[in-house]
C-alpha cells in the first residue's frame, strides 16, 4: 500500500473533524504538535490538541467546506468556510485558512485563521 501523501494526511484530518472522530484526527499529527488557533490559542502536544477538537463552548460538528488547496514542500495550505454551533450564540458561519507544517510524514503543526462571516 503506498504510503500518504500529504494531502491525503489533511483530507483525513477534516474528516475527521467533521464527524468528531478524535482517533483519526490525532493519528494525522506528530506528539509533540502546536496548533495556533490565531487570536484564540495555542495547543502544543497530542494531548491538549484532543482537548480542543471538541471545544465545550460549540456542539456538535463543524461543516467544513474546502475551497482551495495549495502544496508547497512541506507545507499545504487550505482555505474554505464553514459552519457550526455555539452553545451561547447559536449557528454560525466562518471563512477559514489553515497552514499544516510537517514533518516525518505528519502534521507537526496547524495554523488556522477564523474569521466569522454574516
Known amino acids: 500500500m503506498p504510503r500518504?501523501?500529504?494531502?491525503?494526511?489533511?483530507?483525513?484530518?477534516f474528516a475527521?473533524?467533521?464527524?468528531?472522530d478524535h482517533p483519526r484526527i490525532l493519528a494525522t499529527l506528530t506528539e509533540d504538535v502546536e496548533w495556533v488557533i490565531h487570536g484564540h490559542r495555542t495547543t502544543r502536544g497530542r494531548a491538549e490538541f484532543d482537548g480542543e477538537i471538541e471545544n465545550p463552548d460549540f456542539s456538535g460538528s463543524p461543516r467544513l467546506d474546502v475551497e482551495r488547496v495549495h502544496e508547497a514542500g512541506p507545507v499545504v495550505v487550505v482555505?474554505?468556510?464553514?459552519g457550526g454551533t455555539s452553545?451561547?450564540?447559536?449557528?454560525?458561519?466562518?471563512?477559514f485558512n489553515d497552514l499544516f507544517t510537517f514533518r516525518d510524514g505528519l502534521i507537526a503543526r496547524?495554523?488556522?485563521?477564523?474569521?466569522?462571516?454574516?
Do not use: C, I, K, N
Not at 4 to 13: G, K, M, N, S
Open 79 to 82: 482555505t474554505g468556510e464553514g
Open 110 to 118: 496547524v495554523d488556522s485563521y477564523v474569521v466569522p462571516l454574516p
Open 16 to 20: 475527521g473533524f467533521r464527524t468528531g
Open 87 to 95: 452553545v451561547a450564540h447559536g449557528p454560525f458561519r466562518f471563512a
Open 4 to 13: 500518504a501523501t500529504q494531502r491525503d494526511l489533511v483530507d483525513e484530518y
